[in-house]
């Protein structure tokens, strides 16, 4: 059983994030990594100005607004205390656009 306080740490990534990393530059790799490392930290911390809740048919999903652009689409899993990446790239090429 999880206790209240316990820090989140990154699921499963989706494929498509997996296939946009690899064809991205360090720096947009280590971008990600650290945003990672803050989403885990307080994946619904709407204080962050980076991090926002979707609403329509994403209900249960969040966002995070990276550099140039970036966004990182996710999913929380509280009983487990993970953060699922589903969808990395640019803000024009995002699914719910």
Sequence with gaps: MLQRGQPFIVGKQARQVKSYLRRQSRDIVRLYREALEE???GPH?????????????????????????????????????????????????????
Aim: with cysteine.
């Design 39 to 41: 989403i885990c930290k």
């Design 45 to 97: 911390d709407f204080e962050n100005p980076r991090i926002a809740h979707l609403k329509a048919d994403y209900q249960c999903t969040y966002r995070y607004r990276l550099a140039r652009g970036l966004r990182i689409m996710y999913e929380i899993d509280e009983a487990q205390c993970l953060v699922k990446p589903f969808w990395f790239g640019p803000r024009g090429s995002a699914p719910y656009d």
